[in-house]
């Protein structure tokens, strides 16, 4: 990692589902979320579907969150006809902590 200028660490969403039941996945969002913090790279958690999952990863300090939790999907044409010029530049995730 060291060698590449990484800007953002994505958390798949295979770890993000079963987040609040599944030790196994809580240990693995633990430590790439910890990766992040020793190396000052945000993490992207994907795939964010239910409030419980929403309410671990804030819990344990998760920076940026997609999904349809926080937004459904939509056809390209949607999107430039409802695009404003002021949110040109907004990423299409939102901050999770």
Known sequence: MRSFPFDK???????VDGIESDRQSKAI????L????SLDIPVLAEGIETDEQMSVLRLEGCDEGQGYLLGRPSPIGDLAQNRQPAQSDTPRHQRVA
């Open 29 to 32: 969002v633990r430590a790439v």
């Open 9 to 15: 660490i994505k958390l798949d969403r295979a770890f």
């Open 34 to 37: 910890a990766l992040g913090k």
